[in-house]
């Protein structure tokens, strides 16, 4: 049975492989290079020292994923509004992994009392797309040749979900 958790630093590792998968194998991240372990730890750190979630889906021990948000931008009228991601392992995807995270980082943002959720997607990647649409994402622009990676350039699909009324 799969179930939405906290991550812990004993997560690192697992959440770096399907971070690594999406850096080196898709146009989900704009990032070149994989992280290393020691990026990845400071990545949590630092998660956890701005009270940012981190949430993990985990089976049987096994983390198939992960989700989520930090600051969408540096100056403090925007402290209400933040960016999502979500990563699946390349094994899950299409299982429903997505919407289980992806709605329980929903709930967390709105128990912070947060205004919004952003998402920047590549206008490629249509499960995506789908997914934060069937969660009452809306499509608020699209930024046209803003990435660079795999000797192409790619658009960028901006949209957002409302979290309090």
């Known amino acids: 049975?799969?179930?939405?958790?906290?991550?812990?630093?004993?997560?690192?590792?697992?959440?770096?492989?399907?971070?690594?998968?999406?850096?080196?194998?898709?146009?989900?991240v704009f990032d070149y290079e994989p992280r290393s372990a020691e990026a990845q730890i400071a990545w949590l750190q630092m998660k956890a020292e701005q009270d940012l979630p981190v949430l993990?889906?985990?089976?049987?021990?096994?983390?198939?994923?992960?989700?989520?948000?930090?600051?969408?931008?540096?100056w403090p009228a925007f402290q209400f509004t933040v960016e999502n991601a979500i990563y699946i392992a390349?094994?899950?995807?299409?299982?429903?992994?997505?919407?289980?995270?992806?709605?329980?980082?929903?709930?967390?943002?709105?128990?912070?009392?947060?205004?919004?959720?952003?998402?920047?997607?590549?206008?490629?990647?249509?499960?995506?797309?789908a997914l934060h649409e069937k969660l009452g994402f809306q499509r608020t622009g699209l930024i046209r040749d803003s990435g660079w990676k795999f000797e192409r350039w790619l658009d960028l699909v901006f949209l957002q979900r409302m979290l309090q009324a």
């Open 1 to 28: 049975m799969i179930a939405i958790r906290n991550a812990t630093p004993d997560d690192a590792e697992a959440i770096r492989a399907i971070y690594n998968d999406a850096v080196v194998n898709t146009t989900a």
């Open 56 to 74: 993990v889906a985990e089976d049987g021990g096994v983390v198939l994923g992960y989700a989520s948000y930090g600051q969408f931008r540096p």
């Open 90 to 129: 390349l094994n899950r995807r299409g299982q429903g992994i997505g919407r289980l995270l992806l709605g329980e980082l929903i709930a967390v943002a709105r128990g912070h009392g947060l205004r919004s959720m952003v998402a920047g997607i590549t206008a490629e990647n249509t499960a995506s797309l």
